[in-house]
T-cell receptor, first 118, second 108 residues
Framework: GAVVSQHPSRVICKSGTSVKIECRSLDFQATTMFWYRQFPKQSLMLMATSNEGSKATYEQGVEKDKFLINHASLTLSTLTVTSAHPEDSSFYIC??????????????FGSGTRLTVV | GIQVEQSPPDLILQEGANSTLRCNFSDSVNNLQWFHQNPWGQLINLFYIPSGTKQNGRLSATTVATERYSLLYISSSQTTDSGVYFCAVASGNTPLVFGKGTRLSVTA
């Protein structure tokens, strides 16, 4: 089936530093990818929609200058958390929709990145 | 936007019991998926089911699109079924919107 690879799976960083998270579709092309954030014992909340070759679309309340998204190819989107602070500690997970039979037209998710800012 | 409500929020079962999880949504959708999130956070895609009925082993799901709800059935539950079950929907090319989930605990 369709596979979305996300790295790193876990990262601990110091407050004020930046962290980059990669999301790759391994066996299909994804013109659109989505980034979600999940706080403990809560649901997944959409942060932004990443479009290949164009600017990302951010949900209300998400700071675009803090969460930089780059979708430079049909198989790779990156999320960079800039100047991270402890309140940015969360579980970040990406998703891609493949418009082929391989993906059954559904959304496939990466394995997530647990970010801890100390 | 679309609203997704899941019930019950929490469920405790004895091993071997059956259960039904419900997902109500507020608008027409062309994509509905059920996920199981394991203790490590990974989302496992259980069903892509915008309409109709599907079965996979001890799990089955039914979506009645005209009435805007979906049901996930778990039969003969096992401790490994524990975790959070999410229903997520989308309309057109919009991203998936998630419900708040049902937290299932299966005890031996």
């Amino acid at each position: 089936g369709a596979v979305v690879s996300q790295h790193p799976s876990r990262v601990i960083c110091k407050s004020g530093t930046s962290v980059k998270i990669e999301c790759r579709s391994l066996d299909f092309q994804a013109t659109t990818m989505f980034w979600y954030r999940q706080f403990p014992k809560q649901s997944l909340m959409l942060m932004a929609t990443s479009n290949e070759g164009s600017k990302a679309t951010y949900e209300q309340g998400v700071e675009k200058d803090k969460f930089l998204i780059n979708h430079a190819s049909l198989t790779l989107s990156t999320l960079t958390v800039t100047s991270a602070h402890p309140e940015d500690s969360s579980f970040y997970i990406c998703s891609a929709r493949g418009l082929t039979e391989l993906t059954n037209y559904g959304y496939t998710f990466g394995s997530g990145t647990r970010l801890t800012v100390v | 936007g679309i609203q997704v409500e899941q019930s019950p929020p929490d469920l405790i079962l004895q091993e071997g019991a059956n259960s039904t999880l419900r997902c109500n949504f507020s608008d027409s959708v062309n994509n509905l998926q059920w996920f199981h999130q394991n203790p490590w956070g990974q989302l496992i895609n259980l069903f892509y089911i915008p309409s109709g009925t599907k079965q996979n082993g001890r799990l089955s799901a039914t979506t009645v699109a005209t009435e805007r709800y979906s049901l996930l059935y778990i039969s003969s539950s096992q401790t490994t079924d524990s975790g959070v079950y999410f229903c997520a929907v989308a309309s057109g090319n919009t991203p998936l919107v998630f419900g708040k989930g049902t937290r299932l605990s299966v005890t031996a």
